[in-house]
């Protein structure tokens, strides 16, 4: 009994340790590399295919000794595997291989009498009465798992000084079964959710149940960063959105125009009798995907797939993407996912050794239940639940409710992690890191920035010094204090701002607001107005710019605030602020006729009210302030201003309405369109400090809803209607255009429209020796840009299309600006 004791835990232990790994390139017999060639252990479905670079890795977790090879035009080769490991493998379809009644067509297939788009076309018939869709309602668990991790970690990389100190971290290290290469886990992340949908409304709900994290942060930086790295997508729709992209599915309808489709083989999977096809790229540098599926014979529901991204696809910061999914049989015709695992590797570079981080993200679904009607009410979305607990569960609990348990190395990331929290040298490193990223550094409870505001410039001010902080408890503080001080070395004057909120009713989001701000300001930036006291200045950003900056204002302004978001994404907000306006410049005037005299001082009280729908917007945290996760929604701002005369010796009484519409379209493969449309009027007699200021661009950078050929006061009016459009075709054009595929440039085309007026009795007001001029037959500009130079850059090319008989009109004129492209 005890030799047989030993004997078992020999052949146990052998079976631990047994595993096949093999990487290396596929070559024709001409020595060029194949792209897309299929490879797989014998015997099993343990497959992958090569890159477009002919470029592969395939990992098993059991012995295996035979590798086999494949590709249109070629006879299936076999590969004896002497070894465990077998890297950097050149495997050579010779002459002798080649198909004689089989043209070669460099991996093209035929679109007529493909019997894998046979098949293909089934499934589009099928794909909404497959899964979920099948039911009226649905509710099942869900476990997902989140995890970073430094890549291409080798002996040089271990033997930095930087690491001096905090070599335990290598013990971590772990063979990617994806791609070959070593990784080092620096963050974790873990929840568990229920998720209950109802298909007869398009209504769903997740509850959150238990979460929890360890590593390099655990603010609502590093959330939003997930949650913006991590959409959700159905690989049935005809594209999927990765990192601001529309990549084609392989399931789309438009499939059999961008991939290549091949019946590869047939087997039981489950009892299921199900085909696998293979697909890849026609095309390089488009947004596309080359894998596998197995999809059954008769529901032609998909049983897994795999997806990984094309190198040569015009995405930047991400060199690999891979996805796979796995449905689960409830029953002779219903297919659920089961599994879906993401992974990402971003790295500076494409290069197949640079370093980078992984970002892998799998996800479980379990215990489904089906056609148990909830009430509306229940689907309605909570405002700002928070529940502490939720992110303070025992471990017996996690133990008890994960679907998967955490391997020996993944529970030795939450000690090894927990560990690196506590070294000087690391925390150190970290707090560099967060700087750099948030603009704060942080002393304490109070944040000391934004540092990249520290220094400005004006015609006014001439170098301006700005110093400020914020007070900082947590991502989840229910109060904010904010303040600034700046000194103008020309006109030798401090200005200064400071404002609080505080939230006074978590559930329903009720804010309370006020402040103070006594500074100069560019007015006429934007045509839908605000009283935020520490909003974006213009002002102080004149050290890229054209023409004459001396435009402007110093702004005594006070307010106080409310407002209540009492449905998910839907705020309405009320106000009350007094403001003092007065010239800056000597070269720049306000004035206006006054009971026979000239003023040149406005004092005026205003109260608004207004509401703010951003449906489907996605925010991380519960606090005071929160954090957008993306801009991928639409907005709808309508805002009511009066201005009381005589009120604390307001000047003016007058009647304010506005209108802000953003939508961004979505257009498949074509891109994105970005559209803006403004509307405004005023009503009563106003001066040339409350009017509705067209707002010019004399900077050398692109911004947001202002005209690139205008200038500060070129146009004014007292009633406005703006629209712009900007479409974003992200590379579609220049991909198929030989000699710029390799540059990854993206192409932007955009127009800009606004038409105004101004009445006879502000005419008659003004004393400021500005002429109105009021875009009265419809001004336009148009432009074409270029984005995405070296990853960072965009250029645009403006060009005025009405008013260019004006004696300063700028008729044409060029602009940058700097972002980090995905």
């Given at each position: ?593 006054s009971d026979g005299g000239i003023k040149s001082k406005v004092n005026q009280s205003e109260v608004t009210f207004g509401f703010d729908y951003t449906p489907k917007r996605k925010m991380v945290g519960y606090g005071v302030e929160r954090l957008e996760v993306d801009n991928n929604y639409a907005r709808v701002f309508v805002n009511y201003s009066h201005g009381f005369k005589d009120v604390l010796n307001s000047d003016f009484n007058y009647n304010k309405w506005q209108l802000y519409y953003r939508q961004p379209i979505f257009l498949g493969g074509m891109g994105r369109l970005f559209t803006t449309f403004e509307v405004g009027k005023i009503y009563g007699e106003v001066p040339l400090g409350l009017m509705a200021v067209v707002p010019g661009n004399q900077s050398y950078f692109v911004i947001d809803n202002t005209y690139n050929l205008m200038n500060y006061y070129e146009f004014v009016t007292d009633q406005y209607t703006s629209l712009h459009l900007e479409h974003h075709f992200n590379g579609r ?90």
């Amino acid at each position: 009994m005890k030799h047989f004791l030993v004997f078992f835990g020999l052949l146990f232990s052998m079976s631990i340790v047994a595993q096949t790994k093999v990487s290396g390139v596929v070559y024709d017999e001409y020595n060029q590399t194949i792209p897309y060639a299929n490879l797989c252990f014998k015997g099993t479905r343990e497959c992958v295919t090569s890159n477009e670079n002919g470029r592969f890795y395939l990992e098993s977790p059991t012995d295996q000794k035979i590798l086999v090879v494949s590709f249109v035009g070629f006879k299936t080769k076999e590969v004896i595997l002497d070894k465990a490991v077998n890297y950097n493998m050149k495997i050579a379809f010779d002459g002798g291989n080649t198909l004689e009644e089989v043209k070669i067509f460099a991996g093209k297939t035929s679109k007529k009498n493909n019997p894998a788009l046979d098949i293909l076309r089934k499934i589009w018939e099928r794909k909404r009465k497959n899964g979920l869709n099948q039911f009226q309602q649905y509710q099942m668990n869900k476990y997902e798992k989140v995890e970073f991790d430094m890549n291409s970690i080798d002996s040089a990389f271990m033997k930095n000084r930087v690491f001096k100190g905090l070599e335990f971290i290598f013990k971590q290290i772990d063979t990617s079964e994806v791609t070959g290469k070593t990784y080092l886990p620096i963050f974790i992340n873990e929840s568990i959710s229920e998720v209950y949908g109802d298909n007869t409304n398009g209504k769903k709900k997740e509850i959150l149940k238990a979460n929890k994290n360890s590593g390099l942060g655990d603010g609502n930086g590093v959330d939003t960063f997930i949650k913006d790295l991590y959409s959700e997508y159905d690989i049935y729709n005809n594209y999927l959105n990765f990192f601001d992209k529309n990549f084609v599915s392989p399931l789309s309808k438009t499939g059999i125009n961008t991939y290549n489709y091949v019946l590869s083989d047939s087997a039981f999977i489950d009892n299921k009798w199900c085909f696998n096809i293979i697909y890849y790229p026609r095309r390089k540098n488009e947004l596309t995907f080359k894998g596998d599926f197995w999809v059954n014979d008769t529901t032609f529901a998909i049983k897994k797939i795999n997806m990984t991204a094309s190198k040569s696809a015009n995405i930047n910061w991400v060199k690999e993407i891979y996805i796979e999914q796995e449905f689960d049989v409830l029953n002779d015709s219903v297919f659920l996912l089961k599994r879906d695992h993401m992974m990402s590797d971003f790295s500076f570079n494409k290069k197949e050794k640079s370093k980078g981080v992984y970002g892998k993200r799998t996800t479980l679904f379990s215990d489904h239940k089906f056609n148990i009607v909830q009430p509306d009410k229940f689907y309605k979305e909570d405002v700002n639940k928070f529940d502490q607990d939720v992110f303070n569960r025992s471990e017996a609990y996690w133990e008890e409710n994960r679907v998967e348990s955490l391997s020996k190395d993944e529970a030795g990331v939450y000690k090894m992690l927990d560990t690196l929290k506590t070294v000087k040298k690391f925390k150190q490193l970290y707090n560099l890191g967060t700087i750099l990223a948030s603009g704060y550094i942080q002393k304490g409870n109070i944040d000391f920035g934004p540092i990249f505001s520290t220094f400005g410039y004006n015609d006014v001010e001439g170098n301006r010094l700005r110093f400020g902080g914020r007070t900082y408890f947590g991502s989840n503080d229910p109060w904010r204090i904010q303040a600034y001080t700046a000194y103008g070395f020309k006109d030798n004057k401090f200005k200064y701002g400071i404002s609080g909120k505080w939230m006074v009713d978590k559930k329903n989001r009720i804010i309370l607001s006020g402040g103070n701000r006594r500074d100069v300001e560019q007015i006429g930036v934007s045509l839908t107005t605000s009283n935020d006291v520490l909003g974006r200045s213009f002002a102080s950003s004149s050290f890229f710019a054209s023409g004459d900056n001396s435009k402007l204002t110093n702004v005594n302004l006070t307010s106080v605030a409310a407002e209540i978001e009492p449905l998910k994404n839907l705020i309405f907000q009320t106000g009350f602020s007094y403001r003092t306006l007065e010239t800056a410049s000597p070269t720049f005037s306000l004035d206006y006729f006054s009971d026979g005299g000239i003023k040149s001082k406005v004092n005026q009280s205003e109260v608004t009210f207004g509401f703010d729908y951003t449906p489907k917007r996605k925010m991380v945290g519960y606090g005071v302030e929160r954090l957008e996760v993306d801009n991928n929604y639409a907005r709808v701002f309508v805002n009511y201003s009066h201005g009381f005369k005589d009120v604390l010796n307001s000047d003016f009484n007058y009647n304010k309405w506005q209108l802000y519409y953003r939508q961004p379209i979505f257009l498949g493969g074509m891109g994105r369109l970005f559209t803006t449309f403004e509307v405004g009027k005023i009503y009563g007699e106003v001066p040339l400090g409350l009017m509705a200021v067209v707002p010019g661009n004399q900077s050398y950078f692109v911004i947001d809803n202002t005209y690139n050929l205008m200038n500060y006061y070129e146009f004014v009016t007292d009633q406005y209607t703006s629209l712009h459009l900007e479409h974003h075709f992200n590379g579609r054009i220049f991909s198929r255009i030989p000699f710029m595929k390799k540059l990854n440039w993206r192409e932007i085309v955009g127009v800009k429209a606004v038409y105004g007026s101004v009445s006879d009795e502000n005419k008659a007001l003004n004393a400021s020796g500005l002429t109105y001029l009021a875009p009265s037959h419809g001004y336009w500009e148009y432009h074409a840009g270029v984005a995405n130079i070296f990853k960072v850059f965009r250029i645009d090319f403006a060009w005025r299309g009405t008013y260019l008989e004006l004696p300063d009109a700028k008729k044409f004129t060029v602009k940058g600006s700097f972002g980090f492209y995905f």
